[in-house]
């Protein structure tokens, strides 16, 4: 394999993820030519609307997918945090890279901090996590979809009147922005995406001559803490979508991971954590999506879903 063809989107986020595969691809393999491929998603396609208007999962993946499967091109790189939890056939998550900070920051141009927020202030944020878990703190907010590339985000904090809103710390970061950060907000209320700062790396599974290639950009602790994570979600029946936090830390050969599932109101919720082996992820992820059910988080979750 002369040249890898790596598909992703043509925002900026996208962009400086799939740069940055192609440097460590470049650096692991100095004979090895890349080319980005630009697709639009069905998520850039229509960005008057919150995600969860739009339905379904894979709203930033499924034409990365379909690319892959059609030959078009030879590696998907995602943002792990898109990527559904259901397996595609022919298609398999080849890598997981390092991952970056994982937290979700608070944006504004006249507060310092996220509780120092006036009564009813305008917080944006279209993510049905971040707006369930900054409802139950702040039931007094007003809050305001927000759809767009980071940098669009972050100009619609004026031209929207906006008191404050809530980015992933890791893009920020990536494109430059981390002057903007006023707070990483504390995980102890407000926990990360299942995937959150971790990109994923896919490609078709009989692809030998890229699985080779992207293996040394593989990071074995950040695969055990985003499995964990996946197995929670994909137990739990639901996408990416839908209001459930996570946070996994690993120390040593042992795996903590923390979850929630939440009401869009903030009422409801279900809390746990489960500790399990390193290399038991996916099965200790499972189990605590599990208990979650027994606990009656598939009631809170069937709330949202369609009919």
Do not use: Y
């Not at 650096?27 to 008057?48: F, N, S, W």
């Not at 141009?109 to 202030?121: M, Q, S």
Request: aromatic share 2%.
């Amino acid at each position: 394999m002369n040249t890898l063809r790596i598909g992703t989107r043509g925002s900026p986020l996208a962009l400086w993820q799939a740069r940055f595969v192609q440097e460590q691809l470049r650096l692991t393999h100095a004979e090895l030519q890349t080319h980005l491929v630009i697709l639009e998603t069905l998520g850039d396609q229509i960005r008057d609307r919150a995600l969860s208007q739009i339905g379904g999962d894979g709203l930033f993946t499924k034409e990365i997918q379909n690319a892959l499967l059609g030959n078009l091109v030879d590696l998907g790189v995602h943002s792990l945090k898109d990527l559904p939890t259901a397996p595609v056939a022919g298609l398999t998550l080849g890598a997981v890279p390092a991952r970056g900070p994982v937290g979700d920051a608070f944006v504004s141009n006249t507060v310092a901090r996220f509780d120092k927020l006036p009564p009813g202030a305008r917080l944006g944020t279209t993510s049905l996590r971040r707006r369930s878990q900054a409802i139950a703190r702040r039931p007094d907010l007003q809050l305001v979809h927000l759809r767009g590339n980071i940098d669009t985000r972050l100009n619609k904090i004026e031209t929207d009147k906006l008191d404050g809103i809530i980015l992933a710390e890791a893009g920020l970061l990536r494109l430059g922005f981390q002057n903007r950060i006023r707070e990483i907000l504390d995980p102890a209320w407000m926990l990360p995406a299942v995937g959150q700062g971790a990109l994923g790396l896919e490609c078709r599974d009989n692809d030998l001559a890229t699985l080779a290639a992207i293996q040394p950009l593989e990071d074995s602790v950040t695969r055990a803490a985003v499995a964990a994570e996946r197995a929670f979600l994909l137990t739990l029946g639901g996408g990416c979508l839908i209001p459930v936090g996570v946070r996994t830390t690993i120390q040593g050969n042992q795996l903590q991971i923390q979850g929630l599932v939440l009401s869009l109101d903030g009422l409801e919720k279900v809390a746990g954590t489960m500790v399990g082996d390193i290399g038991e992820g996916e099965k200790t992820g499972a189990e605590l999506a599990r208990s979650f059910l027994q606990q009656g988080a598939d009631k809170i979750l069937q709330q949202l879903r369609p009919g």
